[in-house]
C-alpha cells in the first residue's frame, strides 16, 4: 500500500499540482482546500504526511498542526511558508513540525522533502528501541558506498561529532553529497532533536543576505511590517548549513566573519546583541585557497571556516561505488515504480562502471531513477541508459584497451565491435544500441573493416536482425 498524503491548502494551483507531483512519485494523495477540511480528513484517516500551508483562509496553519498533531502525532508534517513567515516557522517547529519548505519552491524539492522527511522519520522510529534518544545513526545510514575513501569520510564525521568542533567546511564536487554529510553531523550529534536550518549563499541577493540570516525589526524597511527572526535565530542549539558559501559576496563574507567569531549578531534595525549557540557547516564546490589567492575570498574567513574539513572524493574516485550505488538506487526506485523484479545487467554495470560521472552520485541516482521509471522491462540493459552514458563508455572500454594493448584504436574499436555482435548473436540494431551509434554507421564500419582486410564476408546478411 503506497503512503498516504495530505495536502493543506487553501490555493487550488498549489493542490493540483502537488497531488500530480506526489502521485507521479507513488504516493497516494488527498487535498483539502481549509483547514477544516483538512481536519475532517485526518478523522477518517491519520496520513502518513501532511503538508499544510501556514496561510489558510479559514484558519491558522499553526492552528490546523497543533490540532492535527493531537489527533495524529505520528504523522510527518512539513509546513510551507512564505518568504515573511519565519517566526511562524519557528513556532511550527516546537509545535512538532518535521520540516518547511519556502515558497516559491520548487516541485521537485517538494517532492524530496516529503520522501526524505518520511524516510527520516521512519529511521528514527526504527531506531528508538536501540538508541539513546538523540537520532544517532540518521544521518551517517544516509552515506552510501563501500569504497576506502567513503569509509574514511564516515570516520571522520564520527571523530568530529563528540569533538564540540562548532564550525566545518565541506569541499567536494558537485552532486557528492555534502548536504548528506552537513546533515549527519547534525543528527549523529546531541544537536539532533534541535533545528537542522539550510542558507544557500549563492541563492540569495546580497542586499537580503543579512535579513536572511539575521532577522530584522519592524520598520527597518518598507516592506518590514512585523518583526522577524534570522535563519542564525531559528538555529539557535543546532546547525546551520551555509551552502555554497564560496558564493557568497563581500559584504556577506564580512558579516559571517563577524558571526562566525563571535556568535553573536544584531537584528536588521535592532538595538541589542543576541548570541546563539550554532554549529556553522559551510560547504562549497570551489577550491578556497585559489579563491582566497584570486582575492574572491577572504583570508580570514577562510581560516576561520577550515579549521576542521571534510574532503569528499569524486565518484570517480570511488572504486566499486558505481556498481554498488547503481543497484541500491535501482533496489529503490523500481520498489516505488511497482516493478519489483527490475535489476541491472553486467553490460550495463560495465557501461556505468566505464562513464565518467561528472555530476557524481547525484547524477547516477537521477540516471537510475529515470531507467527505472521509463523503462518496462525485468533486466536494464546498456541499451536503456542514455546516449550519452553509452557512448562516453564505449570510448573510454575501447581507450582503455588500446593503452592495455598498444594497438591502434581502429584495431581495437574493430575487435569491441565484433564482441558486441557476437553478444547481439549478430544483431546489428542491438548492437548499435549498446554501441551508442546508428545502425547506419555501425554497416559502414564494418565494411570499411572488410575492405581494408581484403576479405569479403558473410555477415552482410541482415537476416538476424529485428524486423
Known amino acids: 500500500m503506497s503512503d498516504q498524503v495530505l495536502v493543506i491548502d487553501d490555493e487550488e494551483s498549489v493542490r493540483i499540482t502537488l497531488r500530480r507531483a506526489l502521485a507521479e512519485e507513488g504516493f497516494s494523495v488527498e487535498t483539502a482546500e481549509s483547514g477544516r477540511a483538512g481536519l475532517r480528513t485526518v478523522k477518517q484517516a491519520a496520513p502518513d504526511v501532511a503538508v499544510v500551508d501556514l496561510k489558510l483562509g479559514d484558519a491558522s496553519g499553526l492552528d490546523v498542526l497543533r490540532d492535527l498533531k493531537s489527533r495524529c502525532p505520528e504523522t510527518v508534517t512539513i509546513m510551507i511558508s512564505a518568504y515573511g513567515d519565519v517566526q511562524d516557522v519557528v513556532q511550527a517547529m516546537k509545535l512538532g513540525a518535521d520540516d518547511y519548505v519556502q515558497k516559491p519552491y520548487d516541485l521537485d524539492e517538494m517532492v524530496r522533502c516529503v520522501t526524505q522527511t518520511l524516510h527520516a522519520s521512519r529511521m528514527r522510529e526504527a531506531l528508538q528501541p536501540v538508541g539513546d534518544g538523540t537520532g544517532g545513526g540518521i544521518g551517517l545510514a544516509r552515506i552510501l558506498g563501500e569504497a576506502d575513501v567513503m569509509e574514511d569520510v564516515r570516520e571522520t564525521i564520527l571523530k568530529i561529532v563528540p569533538s564540540g568542533a562548532r564550525t566545518v567546511l565541506v569541499h567536494g564536487e558537485t552532486g557528492t553529497g555534502k548536504e548528506l554529510v552537513a546533515r549527519a553531523l547534525h543528527y549523529e550529534s546531541d544537536r539532533a532533536p534541535q533545528p537542522f536550518v539550510k542558507l544557500n549563499c549563492s541563492a540569495i541577493p546580497e542586499s537580503l543576505f543579512e535579513s536572511e540570516?539575521?532577522?530584522?525589526?519592524?520598520?527597518?524597511?518598507?516592506?518590514?511590517?512585523?518583526?522577524?527572526?534570522?535563519?542564525?535565530?531559528?538555529?539557535?542549539?543546532?546547525?546551520?548549513?551555509?551552502?555554497?558559501i564560496g558564493d557568497a559576496g563581500a559584504v556577506a563574507q564580512a558579516k559571517l566573519l563577524t558571526f562566525i567569531e563571535e556568535r553573536r549578531f544584531r537584528r536588521l534595525g535592532g538595538r541589542e546583541d543576541l548570541e546563539v549557540d550554532v554549529r556553522i557547516v559551510a560547504a562549497t564546490n570551489k577550491d578556497l585557497d585559489l579563491e582566497s589567492d584570486s582575492g574572491n575570498f577572504r583570508n580570514d574567513l577562510l581560516h576561520r571556516l577550515k579549521v576542521i574539513g571534510i574532503s569528499l572524493p569524486s565518484l570517480r574516485e570511488r572504486e566499486g561505488d558505481v556498481t554498488f550505488l547503481a543497484q541500491r538506487f535501482v533496489e529503490e526506485f523500481r520498489t516505488q515504480a511497482g516493478k519489483p523484479d527490475m535489476k541491472l545487467s553486467d553490460e550495463a554495470l560495465e557501461c556505468l562502471e566505464s562513464y565518467g560521472w561528472p555530476g557524481n552520485v547525484r547524477e547516477l541516482r537521477n540516471a537510475m531513477e529515470r531507467v527505472v521509471l521509463l523503462e518496462d522491462c525485468d533486466v536494464i540493459r546498456p541499451q536503456h541508459l542514455s546516449q550519452k552514458i553509452r557512448g562516453s563508455s564505449g570510448l573510454s572500454r575501447a581507450r582503455g584497451l588500446m593503452d592495455k594493448s598498444g594497438l591502434p584504436l581502429a584495431a581495437v574499436e574493430r575487435e569491441h565491435i565484433q564482441r558486441i555482435l557476437e553478444q547481439t548473436e549478430g544483431n546489428r540494431t542491438r548492437a548499435a544500441e549498446i554501441l551508442g551509434i546508428t545502425r547506419?554507421?555501425?554497416?559502414?564500419?564494418?565494411?570499411?573493416?572488410?575492405?581494408l582486410s581484403g576479405a569479403s564476408s558473410d555477415k552482410e546478411d541482415d537476416s538476424s536482425d529485428e524486423p
Open 213 to 244: 540570516l539575521f532577522g530584522h525589526e519592524r520598520g527597518t524597511f518598507t516592506d518590514a511590517q512585523e518583526s522577524r527572526p534570522g535563519l542564525a535565530e531559528i538555529a539557535d542549539k543546532g546547525t546551520l548549513f551555509l551552502d555554497e
Open 440 to 451: 547506419q554507421t555501425l554497416i559502414n564500419k564494418l565494411k570499411m573493416y572488410e575492405h
